[in-house]
C-alpha cells in the first residue's frame, strides 16, 4: 500500500553504499554495535517468585495481552519466546549485498522515539540526515522510522510533525523519509477514538484510555493531537523490505496472522482500523504489544526465518523491545534516582544467528536513541 502525502518514493540520484557484513559468527564486532550473543543469565525457576510487580496506578489494572516497558519490567531469563514458528524452515544462506538499484541513496533506520524530540533531532544530525535548523538535507537518501513516537517522552505530536514534515522535504530533494505503524500509534488511535468504551480484553473490562494512561500517555500529546495526524498515523505500513531488510516494529509473530505477502499485511491492517471497531483495534493492539520472539537460542532464529520466508529478506529489523531487556540486563533505581545498572547501548543488537537487529536502545530508560546506516559493515 501507499503511505501518506510525500512519503512516497521520488526521482533519486546514484550513491554508493559500503558491502554487507554477514553473519555475526563470520565477522568481529563493529564498535557503536553489539555483535556478540548476550551475556548469560540465570533463567528464574518455575518454582521461584520472580520479581515483584509494580504497584497498579490509580486508574486501573494493566489490560490482558499488554506488556508495559516500564523501567521494572521484570527481566526474563532465555526461555521459550512467546510467539513460536508454525512451520520447521531451511536455514537461509548468509545476507548477501545486492547492487543497489539505479537512483537509490543510503538507507538509514531510526529505533523508538518515544515523544524525546531532542534526541532525535540530535541523532538525525549527526547521521547528516537534517542541518542545524532541522530540515531535510541527505539529499536521495532513505529513511525509516520503525515506529512508536510517542508516549513516555515529553513531546510525542512534535516528533510525529517533524517525520510529517520530513516526509514532504526528503521527497523534495529525490529521497524518501516513511515510517511504519508501532503498537504504540494503535494505542494512540485507539485512545483518541474509543476513550473509555470498554473493549472485550478477555480478562475483564478495559479501555484503550486506560492502557494510554498506563503505558505514559502524555495528556498535552493528546491535547495536540489533531485529525491530520490521525488520518497519517493510520495510513502508516506495518512492514516493509528494504535492500533485504524486512521492516518490522515488533519482534513478534503476529504479523504471520494477517497475510501471506507484505501487502496483504498492510492492507489488512489498514481495513482493520477503517473499520474503527474498538474490539478489532485492541486485538491490533495486544497481538503486536507481544515481544522476544526472536530471543530463544533454539526458537527465535527459526521464527526469524518464517518471517523471512514469508515476506522476503535476509535479516529482520525491528524496535519495541529495549536491547537492555532482549539481553536481560535491567538496572534499578538507587535512592538518588540514579540508574546502577542498565548497560551502556551504542548501537543496534545483532542477534538470532545474525538474523535479527535490534533498534530500540531504550531511550525511555536513560539509553539511546538510534540511526543507523544499513548494511551494517564490519
Known amino acids: 500500500m501507499t503511505q501518506g502525502a510525500g512519503q512516497g518514493p521520488a526521482a533519486r540520484t546514484t550513491a554508493a553504499m559500503p558491502p554487507f557484513s554477514g553473519y555475526a559468527a563470520a565477522h568481529p564486532p563493529m564498535p557503536g554495535y553489539t555483535h556478540a550473543a548476550p551475556p ?3 533463567p528464574v525457576p518455575p518454582t521461584q517468585p520472580g520479581p515483584p510487580a509494580p504497584p497498579a496506578p490509580e486508574y486501573g489494572e494493566y489490560p490482558e495481552g499488554y ?3 516500564a523501567r521494572d ?4 531469563g532465555h526461555r521459550a519466546p512467546r510467539d513460536v514458528p508454525t512451520v520447521e524452515l531451511t536455514p537461509l544462506s548468509a545476507p548477501q549485498q545486492q547492487p543497489l538499484p539505479a537512483g537509490r541513496g543510503p538507507l538509514y533506520v531510526v529505533g523508538d522515539v ?4 531532542d ?15 532541522g530540515h531535510w538535507a541527505a539529499g536521495n537518501a532513505r529513511l525509516w522510522f520503525l515506529g512508536d513516537f510517542t508516549d513516555r517522552g515529553p513531546d510525542g505530536v512534535g516528533v510525529i510533525d517533524l517525520v510529517m514534515r520530513l516526509s514532504a522535504e ?22 483518541k477514538r474509543f476513550a473509555d468504551t470498554p473493549v472485550n480484553s478477555g480478562a475483564g473490562t478495559a479501555s484503550f484510555q ?14 495536540r493531537l489533531e485529525d491530520h495526524h490521525l488520518q497519517w498515523m493510520s495510513r502508516l505500513d506495518a512492514i516493509a523490505e528494504e535492500d533485504g531488510h524486512l521492516l518490522v516494529h515488533s519482534d513478534t509473530t503476529a504479523y504471520l496472522e494477517f497475510g501471506d505477502s507484505i501487502e496483504d499485511v498492510n492492507d489488512a491492517i489498514t481495513e482493520a482500523l477503517q473499520r474503527n471497531d474498538p474490539d478489532e483495534v485492541w486485538d491490533l493492539f495486544r497481538k503486536f504489544t507481544k515481544r522476544f520472539a526472536f530471543r530463544d537460542e533454539e526458537a527465535g532464529p527459526m521464527a526469524v526465518r518464517e518471517l523471512l520466508h514469508t515476506y522476503g529478506g535476509s535479516r529482520i529489523v525491528h524496535g519495541h523491545s529495549p536491547i537492555p531487556y532482549l539481553l536481560g540486563e535491567v538496572g534499578t533505581e538507587d535512592a538518588d534516582g540514579e540508574d546502577s545498572g542498565t548497560p551502556l547501548i551504542d548501537g543496534p543488537h545483532l542477534y538470532a544467528d545474525g538474523l535479527a537487529l535490534a533498534m530500540d536502545g531504550g531511550v525511555t530508560m536513560a539509553g539511546k536513541l538510534l540511526v543507523v546506516q544499513l548494511p551494517l559493515t564490519g
Open 119 to 133: 534526541e532525535l533531532h540530535e541523532a538525525l544530525a549527526a547521521q547528516g540526515l537534517i542541518d542545524a535548523q
Open 73 to 76: 519490567l521484570p527481566v526474563i
Open 67 to 69: 506488556t508495559p516497558t
Open 114 to 117: 518515544h515523544g524525546y524530540l
Open 40 to 42: 548469560p543469565v540465570q
Open 170 to 191: 526528503a521527497a523534495a530533494a529525490g529521497g524518501y523519509c516513511k515510517a511504519l505503524m508501532g503498537n504504540h500509534e494503535l494505542l494512540l488511535i485507539g485512545a
Open 210 to 223: 486506560a492502557a494510554w494512561l498506563l503505558n505514559g500517555g502524555q495528556r498535552t500529546d493528546m491535547e
